[in-house]
T-cell receptor, first 114, second 114 residues
């Protein structure tokens, strides 16, 4: 079954610093990949998605992710962290042969220090 | 536009009691999902409806859990009898036709079973 692995359950950065959240996928075919964000006491919100149209995907709030087939990675980045980016971030993949079943990673909690 | 609406936001009950969680998806969305989120297991898909029909309930933990979608604008998740290990945040999410993986989540129902 397809899955994603998020490296680092907790990432801490200073305000203005680069944000890098890591996600690797396991798939024998090009998958559909997603990043979701969850703010405290809220549901998840879609940040961006990769569907093979372009390897560099831009999302909301200045985030972007790059699909690298050779590394089976889909890391999330933002050039300059803002305090409001503090949240938990989830990488997710659509299961092969499915058009609905999202499998989520364990999540990475991003802390932004002033 | 109203998003996915869930009720109640918080529920505290005693072991053995029946719990009913409710969800109103976004109007026009034809897919509805129930997820459970816990620290130990992360996000788990419980059941998926398409056009009000249950398509995949393989994630429903056991017979104590049941879900219904009597019409396009309402779904329930019922636990009877409830147990302490059912304590979690339950999310409802909906998506539109042709937007695989693009889920809109409600704010969740936090269930505590004593």
């Amino acid at each position: 079954a397809q899955s994603v692995t998020q490296l680092g359950s907790h990432v801490s950065v200073s305000e203005g610093a680069l944000v890098l959240l890591r996600c690797n996928y396991s798939s024998s075919v090009p998958p559909y990949l997603f990043w979701y964000v969850q703010y405290p006491n809220q549901g998840l919100q879609l940040l961006l998605k990769y569907t093979s149209a372009a390897t560099l995907v831009k999302g909301i709030n200045g985030f972007e992710a790059e699909f690298k087939k050779s590394e089976t990675s889909f890391h999330l980045t933002k050039p300059s962290a803002h305090m409001s980016d503090a949240a938990e971030y989830f990488c997710a993949v659509i299961a092969s042969g499915s058009n609905y079943k999202l499998t989520f990673g364990k999540g990475t909690l991003l802390t932004v220090n002033p | 536009d109203a998003g996915v609406i869930q009720s109640p936001r918080h529920e505290v009950t005693e072991m053995g009691q029946e719990v009913t969680l409710r969800c109103k998806p976004i109007s026009g969305h034809n897919s509805l999902f129930w997820y459970r989120q816990t620290m130990m297991r992360g996000l788990e898909l419980l059941i998926y409806f398409n056009n009000n029909v249950p398509i995949d309930d393989s994630g429903m933990p056991e017979d104590r859990f049941s879900a219904k979608m009597p019409n396009a604008s309402f779904s329930t998740l019922k636990i009877q009898p409830s147990e302490p290990r059912d304590s979690a945040v339950y999310f409802c999410a909906s998506s539109a036709v042709g937007s695989a993986g693009e889920l809109f989540f409600g704010e969740g129902s936090r269930l505590t079973v004593l």
